[in-house]
């Protein structure tokens, strides 16, 4: 029961302390800001509310070929609406502009043509991603349960609450950074580690209760932005369109769910990549005892994973389907279009895939953490 309290007080202290930290809350409390301006702008910056609010009134119908004579009978042979009264089509001819490729005339297209021109486009990107024979018929299955043909809507309310939820992830980067960078530094930087390793419960309660403390600091803070920005954006928008197929805001998918389950599965991806990015951020602090250059190697390794998403040929698949699971390159709403699926006695998508990498990783992190933590010599002060 003594051991029991004393970790409770530890615990709280450790919270205490992150959450106290100047740096650590102005950061979050700008981020907090910026929520509502992003919820704002990630329509308003795109399309004016009584446009999208015409856009909406093709919503439900079929995307075959009456809509596409309707669309072809009040644009150009590219696709350009010439008349406002017809602004309605607008947001459909960039989704036929995307399909059949930018530029490309509208001259005797029909539904037809757009559904192969589609059907094209992926059996291009399953050539790129080097698919297996199991992989093919895995994805053959998934396109046989998409109802076709597309049920249209509005796509740009899918694309704020999707695009907002991805931009999330790199907030969280930021806030871990200067959350948890100090942690373990502090007492080092303080000179105070010679007294906490003495004591009593300074050592494996203490470091358990640094752990705990850190992930409960980054998943409320995660909740409260994830929460924030997707109340704002009901209240201000609503969620029309979100219901959907995801292929009408992503229209090379072969995955049979809607722009709100995708929603779904990436707020999952948010969390547990936050969590996986923390168990990192407090092995770092654990490392180097330096708030600074743990701030530095956080922000550093989640923007050289980015850049080396786009660097590494796929050709290295091993290497570059490992980096394409990672938090920095996964956390999007394209992950729909990874192709490329990972076999753990199963086929398993990128996003089922990489919440089991999470989990594992940060284990290893933080039980490896805890060895070094343990055998960690104090320096003469």
Same mark, same amino acid.
């Given at each position: 029961?003594?051991?029991?309290?004393?970790? %409770?007080?530890? @615990?709280? @202290?450790?919270?205490?302390?992150?959450?106290?930290?100047?740096?650590?809350?102005?950061?979050?409390?700008?981020?907090?800001?910026?929520?509502?301006?992003?919820?704002?702008?990630?329509?308003?910056?795109?399309?004016?509310?009584?446009?999208?609010?015409?856009?909406? !009134?093709?919503?439900?119908?079929?995307?075959?070929?009456?809509?596409?004579?309707?669309?072809?009978?009040?644009?150009?042979?590219?696709?350009?609406?010439?008349?406002?009264?017809?602004?309605?089509?607008?947001?459909?001819?960039?989704?036929?502009?995307?399909?059949?490729?930018?530029?490309?005339?509208?001259?005797?297209?029909?539904? #037809?043509?757009?559904?192969?021109?589609?059907?094209?486009?992926?059996?291009?990107?399953?050539?790129?991603?080097?698919?297996?024979?199991?992989?093919?018929? $895995?994805?053959?299955?998934?396109?046989?349960?998409? +109802?076709?043909?597309?049920?249209?809507?509005?796509?740009?309310?899918?694309?704020?609450?999707?695009?907002?939820?991805? &931009?999330?992830?790199?907030?969280?980067?930021?806030?871990?950074?200067?959350?948890?960078?100090? +942690?373990?530094?502090?007492?080092?930087?303080?000179? !105070?580690?010679?007294?906490?390793?003495?004591?009593?419960?300074? !050592?494996?309660?203490?470091?358990? #209760?640094? *752990?705990?403390?850190?992930?409960?600091?980054?998943?409320?803070?995660?909740?409260?932005?994830?929460? !924030?920005?997707?109340? =704002?954006?009901?209240?201000?928008?609503? $969620?029309?369109?979100?219901?959907?197929?995801?292929?009408?805001?992503?229209?090379?998918?072969?995955?049979? *769910?809607?722009?709100?389950?995708?929603?779904?599965?990436?707020?999952?991806?948010?969390?547990?990549?936050?969590?996986?990015?923390?168990?990192?951020?407090?092995?770092?602090? &654990?490392?180097?005892?330096? /708030?600074?250059?743990?701030?530095?190697?956080?922000?550093?390794?989640?923007?050289?994973?980015?850049?080396?998403?786009?660097?590494?040929?796929?050709?290295?698949?091993?290497?570059?389907?490992?980096?394409?699971?990672?938090?920095?390159?996964?956390?999007?709403?394209?992950?729909?279009?990874? $192709?490329?699926?990972?076999?753990?006695?199963?086929?398993?998508?990128?996003?089922?895939? /990489?919440?089991?990498?999470?989990? /594992? $990783?940060?284990?290893?992190?933080? +039980?490896? %953490? =805890?060895?070094?933590?343990?055998?960690?010599?104090?320096? &003469?002060?």
């Amino acid at each position: 029961m003594r051991m029991s309290r004393c970790f %409770g007080t530890l @615990y709280k @202290y450790e919270l205490k302390k992150i959450i106290g930290n100047k740096v650590a809350l102005i950061t979050f409390l700008i981020l907090f800001a910026f929520v509502f301006m992003q919820g704002e702008f990630e329509i308003r910056g795109n399309v004016e509310p009584a446009v999208l609010e015409q856009y909406k !009134t093709l919503g439900g119908r079929e995307i075959d070929d009456r809509l596409i004579g309707e669309l072809l009978a009040v644009s150009d042979e590219y696709g350009r609406i010439a008349d406002e009264t017809d602004i309605a089509y607008e947001d459909l001819a960039g989704w036929v502009q995307n399909v059949i490729g930018y530029g490309v005339a509208y001259k005797d297209v029909d539904a #037809a043509g757009v559904y192969e021109a589609r059907d094209l486009t992926i059996e291009e990107a399953h050539e790129m991603s080097k698919l297996s024979d199991g992989e093919e018929a $895995f994805w053959t299955e998934k396109e046989s349960m998409v +109802v076709k043909p597309f049920s249209y809507n509005q796509s740009l309310i899918a694309a704020g609450v999707l695009e907002g939820t991805s &931009n999330l992830m790199i907030m969280m980067v930021v806030v871990i950074a200067t959350g948890l960078a100090s +942690v373990f530094a502090m007492e080092t930087q303080r000179k !105070t580690d010679p007294m906490i390793r003495a004591s009593l419960n300074g !050592t494996g309660e203490l470091y358990f #209760a640094k *752990v705990l403390a850190g992930m409960s600091y980054i998943l409320g803070s995660v909740i409260i932005l994830l929460g !924030t920005y997707y109340a =704002y954006m009901y209240v201000r928008w609503g $969620f029309d369109g979100m219901d959907s197929p995801v292929q009408i805001y992503l229209p090379f998918s072969q995955l049979p *769910v809607t722009n709100g389950q995708l929603a779904g599965i990436l707020v999952i991806l948010v969390v547990l990549g936050s969590m996986f990015i923390s168990a990192f951020a407090l092995f770092v602090s &654990n490392i180097t005892r330096n /708030a600074l250059a743990a701030m530095a190697i956080i922000i550093c390794t989640h923007l050289g994973l980015f850049a080396l998403s786009t660097a590494v040929p796929v050709g290295l698949r091993a290497l570059s389907q490992f980096i394409s699971l990672m938090p920095a390159t996964l956390v999007s709403p394209r992950l729909v279009y990874e $192709f490329r699926l990972v076999r753990l006695g199963r086929y398993l998508t990128c996003y089922q895939a /990489a919440p089991i990498i999470y989990i /594992a $990783f940060s284990a290893i992190l933080l +039980v490896f %953490g =805890y060895v070094l933590y343990m055998r960690h010599e104090i320096k &003469n002060n």
